[in-house]
């Protein structure tokens, strides 16, 4: 395996809603161009987690986060730092598709009319390659210009992919990105994701660890302590994690012994 480059380091990363911790001490890298998951039960901070990777959860309640997280080096908590322009480097799909109220061609072109103007075609080779890439191109060509809302949910959730590779990110954070659909466009999402794998960094978390073991090139197995606070039990190679996990609690979680 070629040298690995960590596009995120946490360090020490603790965090809390209110006045309640919900993740305890968390260090971990997220590898460049390698596809992580996060696994772990309900409730063990999962989401939390990769929404603090591009400060997504600050558009919720009183939060506090203790520690650190950097992206190629730079701390993301920083008070410099430009939010519009980290959650453009680092893009998230949501668990629910949640297009606009616009046509496919618009979906994936928002984003990029934002940043800045481009001549027209131009522009429709950025959506094409998007939505090439997001594995959905055949079946929508002939209705770029046709309402988003008419697409399948599987196809919507990969339209929303589509659309968050559109501005060219350097790291996808996917919550849960198949918790609505059917085994046959999960499948789809998950084709799509090992045709990123190598190009793009990804983390994905996911409550399917037999989704993780397939996607995956490393696992972070995440559980909760006798405080009910989340915090990351392992980390390692998705093989060594599934198949030789030091911690016994990994081992019965991703053996489906967990209670
Ligand atoms: N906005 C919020 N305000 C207060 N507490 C929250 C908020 N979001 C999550 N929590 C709490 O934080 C803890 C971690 O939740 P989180 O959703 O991150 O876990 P998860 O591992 O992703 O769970 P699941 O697999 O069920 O989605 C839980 O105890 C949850 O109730």
């Known amino acids: 395996m070629n040298k690995l480059i960590t596009a995120i380091k946490v360090k020490n990363l603790s965090f809390y ?17 390698q596809i992580t998951a996060i696994i ?19 558009l919720e309640e009183e939060i506090k ?3 650190r997280v950097e992206f190629f080096s730079q701390n993301i908590y920083s008070r410099r730092v430009n ?11 949501l668990p629910r598709p949640n297009l606009f109220p616009m046509s496919i061609y618009d979906n994936v072109a928002y984003g990029v009319k934002i ?42 959730q990969r339209l929303c992919i589509a659309r968050a590779l559109a501005v060219k990110p350097k ?9 609505g659909l059917d085994p046959i466009a999960t499948i789809k999402i998950e084709e799509l994701i090992r045709n990123l794998r190598g190009e793009l960094t990804i983390a994905i978390v996911t409550r399917n660890t037999q989704q993780a073991a397939r996607v995956s090139d490393f696992t972070a197995f995440f559980g909760t302590d006798e405080n009910r606070i989340g915090r990351l039990i ?26």
């Open 234 to 259: 392992e980390f390692g190679a998705t093989a060594q994690i599934f198949n030789n996990a030091v911690d016994e609690r990994t081992r019965d979680y991703v053996s489906g012994r967990f209670s």
């Open 115 to 156: 940043i800045g103007w481009r001549p027209k075609q131009e522009l429709d080779e950025i959506v094409e390659s998007a939505i090439k890439a997001a594995g959905l191109w055949d079946e929508v060509k002939d209705k770029l210009h046709k309402s988003a809302f008419g697409l399948s949910s599987g196809q919507q």
């Open 83 to 93: 939010l519009n322009r980290l959650r453009r480097q680092i893009g998230m799909v």
């Open 65 to 67: 986060v203790e520690g």
């Open 171 to 179: 790291v996808l954070l996917m919550d849960e990105p198949c918790s």
């Open 17 to 33: 809603y209110g006045k309640t911790k919900v993740l305890e001490a968390i260090s971990m890298d997220i590898y460049q161009n």
């Open 40 to 58: 772990g039960p309900s409730g063990c901070g999962k989401s939390t987690f990769i929404k603090a990777l591009n400060r997504m959860n600050e």
